[in-house]
């Protein structure tokens, strides 16, 4: 328990900054979930990266190199390195002027004022709010993880993840944005110095890197011993030249979330965003790179595998690692710097009170007749109920954190991003566009989880097997033509945007020309704050 000490310790620590940052705060509702938009570079940088990485980038990266090997790098690392920045660069600096000169507050405010929307923003609403949920699940279900292998199992799963899910809904229900950011600022330093320690400690612990590889190396087809050879050398599904392909697509996800698109909202000044670009991809190579490297070198470790195989829980390895191989008060702090990542959800439940109060509670008259105090409280309340919401949702479900992540939050939101790249950036785009668009998103991603229930997965080593045309199961879900369903699930949702908004007539085009301004000239926003603005062109 002296491990788990050190992570509830930090826990404190986390809350403090919430209830600090609540006696900083305004009391206004931009300041409470916007922070006023005054966050500064540093602290922009930080939080918004520290809160893209979630339990998937420690815990679920280096399970999934446990059990696949160190191309799991590849799979989402490397792609994200460049796709993400790319995207905030491109896309989110627009987020922010837009946001800034109409007053919004929300991605759906945008929507609605962009293509005149009116209730199909709430549409939109829910189905980004679905597939935020899973993200949230992914944190509590980390945060259980975390406490109940760090202490040898003597905290329950469902403390531990009961434990994370109050303390993140009491600095978020507090502190708000700004309590959010300076805690994922915090959280950021110390897992991104995790990464280093840890192989430093553990390559110390296991004998050097170099004999525990030429090890592994050695074990070439020995029975019944999981190593780098053999995840090397046998055939995997999950590094078929397609599903590295597939995997191309899910840092498209990054800019759709809302989470992010808030957090674009709150830069002080666009100067935050040259750095964060130049700086992200560093960020994710020093926190990625080791815990890939783990994972792979713990599936040479006899010990490890073994306490691996008992449990089932191949999440757990990075823990299991230091545990073995690290001194108590060490692992315990290292402990801590893994708590740190899987607490992000912190970001998400922020950004679903935001996005509930703003586009629905706000929109349907609430804040006009209960005022803006009203709506902050409405905000804190809906902060308990996502939270209680996931932690029971965490703890029935039986599946692994990357890939509940991938197949359910990446891969909506990666194919929610035509939407956003057409609201920004395409004249022509509709309101019906939109509507299309999320309808075939979510009848492709409730028909794919239709699919993987009927039809159970294959046990390794059995084969995957076609369950219709086109379509094969795999132990990892249900693949068609050879492609993750985040690439055919993209490419509809982008043709049902182009088809649809092409045959349906457009905004007025006063809100064109406010969006798409004539060279030379400024983005004009309405008078008043962006309520005000949305309610101008409201249908």
Known sequence: MIEAAFVFAYLAIVLYIGIFAFRRGAGTGEDYFLASRSLGTFVFLL????????????????????????????????????VIPLTIFLVGTRIWAVGKRFGHMTPVQIF??????????????????????????????GGGTCLHSISGGK??????????????????FFGGMRGTAWVNAFQTLLFLSFGLVAVLVIGNGIGGFGPAVERMLADVGAPG??????????????????????????????????????FCLTARKMESFKRTVVLYPLCIMAIWLP?????????????????????????????????????????????????????????????????????????????????????????????????????????????????IAIKYAFTGYAALSPLVVAALFWRRSTKWGALASCVVIAAGLIGVAVLEQ????????????????????????????????????????????????????????????????????ALRPLPGSGRAATAAVRT
């Open 47 to 82: 939080s918004l990266f520290g809160t893209n990485m979630t339990s998937v980038t420690i815990l679920g990266s280096s399970g999934r190199a446990f059990r696949d090997g160190i191309g799991v790098y590849g799979l989402m690392a490397s792609s994200s390195a460049l």
């Open 112 to 141: 609605r004022d962009r293509w005149e929307a009116g209730h199909i923003g709430t549409v939109i609403f829910a189905l980004q709010a679905a597939l935020l949920v899973p993200y949230i699940v992914v944190g509590v279900l």
């Open 155 to 172: 905290v329950p799963m469902w403390f531990g993840g009961g434990l994370v899910a109050i303390v993140v809904m009491s600095y978020v």
């Open 225 to 262: 011993k999981p190593s780098l050879a053999q995840h090397l050398t046998r055939e995997r599904p999950s590094m078929d030249p397609w599903i590295f392909f597939s995997y191309t697509f899910i840092p498209l996800s990054a800019i759709a979330f809302p989470h992010i698109c808030i």
């Open 291 to 403: 815990c890939v490297f783990l994972g792979t070198v713990a599936a040479g470790q006899p010990d490890i595998a073994a306490k691996v195989a008992t449990s089932g829980d191949p999440d757990s390895v990075m823990l299991l690692l230091l545990q073995a191989h690290a001194p108590v008060w060490l692992a315990g702090i290292l402990g801590a710097g893994i708590m740190a990542a899987v607490m992000a959800s912190d970001s998400q439940i922020l950004a679903l009170s935001t996005m509930f109060t703003a586009d629905v509670f706000a929109w349907y008259g609430g804040k006009r007749r209960f005022g803006e105090r009203a709506q902050v409280l409405t905000g804190r309340v809906f902060v308990i109920g996502v939270t209680v919401a996931a932690f029971i949702i965490a703890m029935r479900t039986s599946e692994h954190i990357f890939d």
């Open 454 to 521: 009927i039809h159970a997965a294959p046990v390794p080593p059995e084969k995957p097997y076609a369950i219709g045309p086109g379509l094969v199961r795999t132990p990892g879900g249900v693949m068609a033509l050879g492609l993750m369903p985040v690439v055919p699930l993209v490419g509809l949702s982008a043709l049902a945007m182009i088809v649809v908004s092409l045959v349906t007539p457009p905004p007025s085009a006063a809100t064109v020309e406010r969006y798409f301004p004539r060279p030379g000239e």
